[in-house]
């Protein structure tokens, strides 16, 4: 993986290239101290953009829109120690996959960082598999047709879109939401439709044995309460996501789209208010069955 810093802070820069090479995730192939030294053809190597929110001369959301307008089209990681929620959201709603705080802390970068390799490797290898199989239908003698029915995309590649949307494409938990889809799936082309889910032990059970992650009897169950605990992170993270879209911007399509088919909306206007307020924690409750159910209904309808 390949990084791009931005941050008026040298020291800054310093810390997370050293983390970087440390942690063997990558290397830094640039590094600018603000938005306004960076184009699109400097960073046009790197996969991920790393750079802070405030900068003196072009701040990250400004920088996002100009690189985006260039023609950049790689994942940007905001660092910030701002609590302005209505600026998180604008971030978000620019592009930003995820956002690591500051004073940085080694162990977020890195896992904020491993999240983010995971869903890149992920985005590789269903371009890859995509390009093989049109290679794999393509016959050399035959005439080319006038036009063709562009492929439908796959059920990951969906899933991976709608993930971006709800700004969860990084987080720990998306791998396992990937692995509940194609479970969910593969027992509906089994046994028809999906009547209930069974409970969420007993999926995240199921999961695991076809993927053979699960391994001996106690090996098992603690394998299915790190997912269950993934999830459940995971889920309040998109409810956290979506709070701040709606907060920002009631009419945004996203919050309009997604709010009330994922999550009780009494929880939604509750974590709105607690953004809105900079409370510490949440009370919300989220329903990790509705929003599986929720999310996979959404994939087979769009």
Do not use: C
């Not at 184009?39 to 701040?59: F, Q, S």
């Not at 035959?142 to 987080?171: C, F, H």
């Amino acid at each position: 993986m390949q990084l791009y810093l931005i941050d008026d802070d040298a020291a800054v820069r310093k810390m997370l290239e050293r983390m970087i090479a440390e942690s063997g995730l990558g290397e830094v192939v640039g590094e600018a101290a603000d938005g306004l030294e960076v184009t699109a053809r400097e960073v046009a190597k790197a996969d991920v953009v790393l750079m802070d929110l405030l900068m003196p001369g072009r701040d990250g959301i400004e920088t996002i829109k100009a690189l985006r307008k260039e023609g950049y089209i790689g994942t940007f990681v905001m660092i910030s120690q701002v609590e302005h929620k209505e600026l998180v959201g604008e971030a978000y709603r620019e592009g930003v996959d995820t956002f690591i705080s500051k004073p940085i802390n080694r162990n977020e970068v890195l896992s904020v960082l491993r999240r983010v390799e995971h869903h890149l490797n992920l985005v590789r290898s269903i371009d890859s598999i995509r390009h093989s199989l049109r290679a794999l239908g393509g016959d050399a003698g035959a005439e080319e047709p006038v036009a063709s029915t562009p492929p439908k995309p796959s059920l990951e590649e969906k899933a991976g879109s709608i993930m971006l949307q709800l700004g969860i494409a990084g987080e720990a938990g998306a791998g396992d939401l990937m692995s509940i889809v194609r479970w969910l799936d593969e027992e509906e082309r089994k046994n028809g439709p999906h009547r209930e889910l069974p409970s969420l032990k007993d999926l995240y059970a199921e999961v695991l044995r076809k993927e053979e992650r699960s391994g001996p009897p106690k090996q098992a169950e603690k394998e299915v309460r790190a997912l269950e605990q993934r999830m459940r992170r995971m889920v309040l993270q998109t409810l956290t996501h979506l709070s701040s879209l709606g907060l920002t911007d009631y009419a945004n399509p996203i919050f309009e789209h997604y709010a009330s088919r994922l999550f009780e909306f009494k929880e939604v206007r509750t974590r709105m208010r607690e953004l809105e307020q900079e409370t510490d924690g949440t009370n919300s409750k989220v329903n990790v069955k509705k929003f599986i159910q929720a999310f996979y209904l959404e994939l087979k309808q769009s």
